[in-house]
């Protein structure tokens, strides 16, 4: 994983652990203890979910270049998706408070998006080749070559 992904990743995942953590203890005051579990297992899902969807959209780019874009679109699509079956699958559970795992799940996502979005806008990621920029005629590359 290049540093650049590997710093996305952490600071995202940072901020959203940081938001569950708030959560948790916001839920664990308000429902007591299964309302704190449920924040924790909402935090704990938002994380795997955005960092395995990450994961994938970074693969994708290093190996598909030309589906970046639709493959994100579909990727964050599918995210929410999941997440929204996710919450209707355990709207009925008795291991930990639904209205806490629900709340926290929204508030971590929105979180994760957020932090995600602002780590992309400070990264210095280059967007032209540094080595065409000394003068020399780019290697011609592909079927054409």
Partial sequence: MPSTDARTLLLAAVPTAAAGAIAAVISGVVAGGKGAIGAVVGTLVVILFMGMGMLV??????????LFQAMGLMLYTAQLLLLLVFM???????LFDAKAFAFTLLAATIVWITAQARAYMKAKILYVDPESAKGETPVKTGPAA
């Fill in 57 to 66: 959209l970074q693969r994708t780019a290093k190996n598909f270049p030309h």
């Fill in 88 to 94: 209707m699958a355990f709207k009925d559970t008795t």
